[in-house]
């Protein structure tokens, strides 16, 4: 059980152009959902905490105009890169907790290169 | 601000051996700490969690401690193999707020045959 799926794992588009990430949760109802950004050799950076039918609420220094996330359904959030810029090439994961627990279950990652 | 500091950042040892990674914490006030695998290019393996009211917690070959009135958890392997050999993250649930999580840099492991 507790399983969080990612789509894409893989993906590469231009400079300017905007990128959609699918986080799903798909055996259980996800009331918050985190992501998280992890650069090269470097460890995980919270990027933003979201809760089914609210805003996000985002870390320090990301800004929530690029970094578009919505959490419409139980099951699923999306992140959406807009404008993506070289700079934002990194690996998303998104993490995902259900009502009442403790522990965040993880996607296995998405892979963003921006050229 | 919580902080997570992990050491060794690298260790490479023979399989068979047994080892410890750390990890030290700032802010005591955590509600529970979370050891992770991460294999190149992949996403994280839940190993251990410990709940703040917890002092260990094991798994197979693997044990994990918290002290945290010390701001200190170790992750005890036993018998390394091969395929022990990934990035171990440790994250602390707490210390700046609730359910967010709160990385180390992580123990690049190798374990050669």
């Known amino acids: 059980g507790a399983v969080v799926s990612q789509h894409p794992s893989r993906v590469i588009c231009k400079s300017g152009t905007s990128v959609k990430i699918e986080c799903r949760s798909l055996d259980f109802q996800a009331t918050t959902m985190f992501w998280y950004r992890q650069f090269p050799k470097q460890s995980l950076m919270l990027m933003a905490t979201s809760n089914e039918g609210s805003k996000a609420t985002y870390e320090q220094g990301v800004e929530k105009d690029k970094f578009l996330i919505n959490h419409a359904s139980l099951t699923l959030s999306t992140l959406t890169v807009t404008s993506a810029h070289p700079e934002d090439s990194s690996f998303y994961i998104c993490s995902a907790r259900g009502w009442g627990g403790y522990e965040q279950y993880f996607g296995p990652g998405t892979r963003l290169t921006v050229t | 601000k919580q902080e997570v500091t992990q050491i060794p950042a690298a260790l490479s040892v023979p399989e068979g051996e047994n080892l410890v990674l750390n990890c030290s914490f700032t802010d005591s006030a955590i509600y529970n700490l979370q050891w992770f695998r991460q294999d190149p290019g992949k996403g994280l393996t839940s190993l251990l969690l410990?709940?703040?009211?917890?002092r260990e917690q094991t798994s197979g070959r693997l044990n994990a401690s918290l002290d945290k009135s010390s701001g200190r958890s170790t992750l005890y392997i036993a018998a390394s193999q091969p395929g022990d050999s990934a990035t171990y993250l440790c994250a602390v649930d707490g210390g700046t707020s609730y359910g967010k999580l709160t990385f180390g840099q992580g123990t690049i492991l190798t374990v050669h045959p």
């Open positions: 410990i709940q703040s009211s917890q």
